[in-house]
Antibody, heavy 118, light 110 residues
C-alpha cells in the first residue's frame, strides 16, 4: 500500500523560499499513470490546490501561485518536491502531498505545518 | 482562482439523510464531474467518491454521489456520529488547467 510522507522545515522566514519533499513508499513513483500533487490548508480554512507533476515531468500549477511555485520529481529517490518562493504570512498552512489518478486524489500524506514568521 | 460553491454547514439527526451540494460551471463539475473528500479535524482528507459515483474500496455504501448539470451532490444516508466532518468537492477545471476545490461543508450529526 502506497504511503506518502511530507518533510521539510516547519518555520520559514518571510521573503524566503519554502521547500518541502514528499517521500513515496510502498510503490514506485514512476509506475502507473499518476500525478503527484501538493495541496495546502491554512488553519481553520479550506483546501487549496498548489499544483501537480506527472511522472514524465510535466506540471500544472494553480494560476494564483504559478509565478512562485516549482514542483519537481526525483524518481531515483522516489520523491517529489515543492518550492514556493517569496513567502509571506499568508503562506502559513498545513501542506499535504497526494497521489492523483487524473484529477482524483486517492492517497494523501499526513500533512506538515509550515509557519512563515521572522 | 474561482472555486466550487458548497453550503457552509449541514445539520441532521442521527440516522437521518444529509445531502451536500457542490456548484461549479461547465468547465469543471459540468465537464468531468466531481470527487468528494471527507476530512476529520486534525487529519488529512480521505477520498469518498470520484467521477460522480465511484467509491474507493472500503468506503461505505451510505455515501453516494451524483451530478446534475453543473451541480454535484453527495448523499449520506443513516448518519452516524463518525460522519461529523468537513466535506470537500473537487474537480478539474479545463479552462484553468487546474484543480479547484469546493469551499467545504461542515456536517453536524445532532
Amino acid at each position: 500500500q502506497v504511503q506518502l510522507q511530507e518533510s521539510g522545515p516547519g518555520l520559514v522566514k518571510p521573503s524566503q523560499t519554502l521547500s518541502l519533499t514528499c517521500t513515496v513508499s510502498g510503490g514506485s513513483i514512476s509506475s502507473g499513470s499518476y500525478y503527484w500533487s501538493w495541496i495546502r490548508q491554512p488553519a481553520g480554512k479550506g483546501l487549496e490546490w498548489i499544483g501537480r507533476i506527472y511522472t514524465s515531468g510535466s506540471t500544472n500549477y494553480n494560476p494564483s501561485l504559478k509565478s512562485r511555485v516549482t514542483i519537481s520529481v526525483d524518481t531515483s529517490k522516489n520523491q517529489f518536491s515543492l518550492k514556493l518562493s517569496s513567502v509571506t504570512a499568508a503562506d502559513t498552512a498545513v501542506y499535504y502531498c497526494a497521489r492523483a489518478k487524473s484529477s482524483t486524489m486517492d492517497c494523501w500524506g499526513q500533512g506538515t505545518l509550515v509557519t512563515v514568521s521572522s | 482562482q474561482a472555486g466550487l460553491t458548497q453550503p457552509p454547514s449541514v445539520s441532521k439527526g442521527l440516522r437521518q439523510t444529509a445531502t451536500l451540494t457542490c456548484t461549479g460551471n461547465s468547465n469543471n463539475v459540468g465537464n468531468q464531474g466531481a470527487a468528494w473528500l471527507q476530512q476529520h479535524q486534525g487529519h488529512p482528507p480521505k477520498l469518498l467518491s470520484y467521477r460522480n459515483n465511484n467509491r474507493p474500496s472500503g468506503i461505505s455504501e451510505r455515501f453516494s454521489a451524483s451530478r446534475s448539470g453543473n451541480t454535484a451532490s453527495l448523499t449520506i444516508t443513516g448518519l452516524q456520529p463518525e460522519d461529523e466532518a468537513d466535506y470537500y468537492c473537487s474537480a478539474w477545471d479545463s479552462s484553468l488547467s487546474a484543480l479547484v476545490f469546493g469551499t467545504g461543508t461542515k456536517v453536524t450529526v445532532l
